[in-house]
């Protein structure tokens, strides 16, 4: 009975606390003392210098859902009213990213009237497209076969980059098989991995399933599953970290921990924090085979043999998520993989390694 009550005051204490109460309990539990903010660290300084167990120093840092409720709310207003034009004879499924506004709903439902009205997409699910940076208001069609072998149907305004947003859902049965592109009266043959990405996310992109019951704006949603902003956020907030640690390195040549909370459904945990440091999963294809070789580690990653070397080991916390941990093999002031919890991770040679 009592070790209930205390787990359930300790999970109510986890939800209230802020996240630098619930590192400080941490690092208290670990055998570490602390000093919050030492006087002596001018400019940006950590939020910890800890001693007695080891000394680093600790910088703890939250994620914020990608996407406050305030805009999904009024995206779901703006769209409802523009949407009401075409009745109840299609389900419109809406997702947005924070590129969105009125211009976006505007561009986004122009598009969807000429299709309607041209009766080029009536049967099925089929989608609308509004890139985050369009080159300019020129209309580009996308079709390609998906892994459940449909036909899928893509309406967009052209992409400033010539890569356009794949719905997670409909994605290529094979990645280096041709889609068809027609842009104007030009068409094209195009490897999928040239033309289309789940790694971008859109302005807006609309699912219409014609001839649905229930028609009308159906549902808004966030887009971040299609731009994994979860990595990118993780990403910025690694480079701020670490600004702040490689000042306090100046005091005191001790390594640096970044401690980051993510508090929200949608998080990845695991690979996400690998995707943050390392790079995104890349698959290399050979050009003249289009054979895809093996995956590996590739771009954007925020640690580096010359990047963020401040940052000795970060450490991912989430109540939905187990607690991972990166130890930087480029750290300037290297850590102990036992000062840092959750399940740890590094570097051996051009492996992975789980301690």
């Known amino acids: 009975m009592f070790k209930e009550l205390r787990r359930a005051a300790i999970l109510k204490w986890r939800e209230v606390a802020t996240a630098e109460r619930r590192t400080a309990w941490y690092l208290l539990l670990r055998g570490f003392l602390f000093r919050r903010e030492p006087p002596f660290v001018v400019g940006r300084k950590p939020d910890f210098l800890t001693f ?3 000394r680093m120093w600790a910088e703890v840092k939250s994620l914020d ?6 805009l999904i709310g009024s995206a779901y ?11 109840g004879t299609h389900r419109i499924d809406a997702r947005i990213s924070a590129a969105f506004n009125q211009g976006v709903a505007k561009r ?3 598009l969807l009237s000429n299709e309607i009205r041209n009766g080029a997409a009536t049967q099925g699910a089929w989608y609308i497209a509004v890139p985050a940076k369009d080159a300019e208001r020129k209309r580009v069609v996308l079709e390609w076969t998906s892994r459940d072998r449909d ?6 305004w052209r992409s400033a980059t010539g890569v356009y947003a794949c719905p997670l859902e409909a994605q290529p049965a094979s990645w280096i098989s041709d889609i068809q592109l027609t842009d104007g009266n030009a068409q094209a ?8 990405s789940i790694q971008i996310s859109p302005a807006l992109m609309l699912r219409i399933e014609s001839e649905s019951e229930g028609g009308g704006l159906g549902s808004v949603g966030t887009a971040e599953a299609q731009a994994d902003t979860t990595v990118e956020r993780l990403r910025r907030v690694i480079d701020d970290a670490s600004d702040q640690l490689k000042n306090a390195q100046t005091y005191r040549k001790i390594p640096g921990v970044a401690i980051i909370y993510f508090d929200h459904l949608g998080g990845g945990g695991q690979n996400d924090i690998l995707r943050a440091c390392l790079g995104d999963l890349t698959i290399p ?3 003249a085979t289009r054979k895809a070789g093996e995956a590996f580690y590739g771009a954007n990653g925020m640690l580096r043999p010359n990047k963020n070397t401040a940052v000795s080991a970060l450490t991912y916390r989430s109540r939905f998520y187990p607690t991972v941990s990166f130890i930087n093999p480029w750290a300037a002031y290297p850590i102990s993989p ?3 919890d959750g399940v740890v991770y590094s570097i051996d040679g051009d492996r992975l390694k789980r301690h």
């Open 108 to 110: 986004a439902v122009q």
């Open 189 to 196: 043959s195009i490897p999928a991995y040239n033309a289309l």
């Open 151 to 156: 036909t899928v149907r893509m309406v967009s």
């Open 285 to 287: 294809i050979d050009v």
């Open 52 to 54: 007695w167990r080891g």
């Open 77 to 87: 207003v703006e769209l409802k009213k523009r949407l009401l034009i075409f009745g």
């Open 65 to 70: 859902p990608p996407l406050s409720q305030e």
């Open 338 to 340: 036992k000062w840092v």
